[in-house]
């Protein structure tokens, strides 16, 4: 499973993807630090235009430089050229159009396409729908919530939990407990 972004946003039939999130300004010359949801973190300097979120609309957004500082990554937009016009960009969504992201090898599958799945147990028991994924280190992990009490519960992504993935029926079976 590859870790570009956990959710998808869709407007106008075009699916974004996000792959990061603007954090503090860098300098004084309007570079801003940002947090990389790829799997590499410099991976996402391989994708480009970028789209940044502005009143739960997508705006294109021109890089005009970037590169690794340290262990993160610094960049520089157009028109932002001193530390109070970065501030404002500060939390910032970054998404790419889903067309953008590399094919993925059959059985794999990227966090946005995940969400929004119905569980559904070995019992035949829906258990409730992907809300979102988080990274623990050791394995990735499903959060769903059950619609029926409002209750969210994680399952471990590991092969021996998750039996199969449909997306064009959007369901994941799983050998887990009714929750």
Do not use: C
Not at 71 to 77: D, P, W
Not at 145 to 152: P, Q
Request: proline share 3%; net charge neutral.
């Amino acid at each position: 499973m590859s870790k570009t972004d956990t959710r998808n946003i869709k407007s106008r039939n075009i699916k974004y993807i996000v792959v990061g999130k603007l954090g503090s300004t860098y300098g004084v010359q309007g570079w801003i630090k940002l947090h990389a949801y790829t799997e590499t973190t410099a991976n996402i300097l391989n994708y480009n235009p970028w789209y940044i979120e502005e009143a739960d609309q997508w705006s294109l957004i021109e890089r005009t430089e970037a590169r690794e500082q340290h262990k993160g990554i610094i960049v520089k937009f157009s028109g932002i050229n001193n530390p109070e016009q970065a501030r404002l960009l500060t939390g910032k969504k970054i998404a790419v159009l889903s067309t953008e992201l590399p094919p993925l090898k059959k059985g794999e599958y990227y966090w946005s396409d995940l969400e929004g799945l119905t569980v559904i147990n070995h019992e035949g028991a829906i258990l409730g729908k992907v809300i979102y994924l988080l990274e623990t280190g050791s394995n990735d992990v499903l959060v769903i919530k059950n619609d029926e009490n409002n209750k969210e519960h994680a399952i471990p992504y590991l092969s021996s939990i998750i039996k199969n993935i449909d997306l064009s029926k959007q369901i994941i079976n799983v050998h887990w407990e009714l929750i």
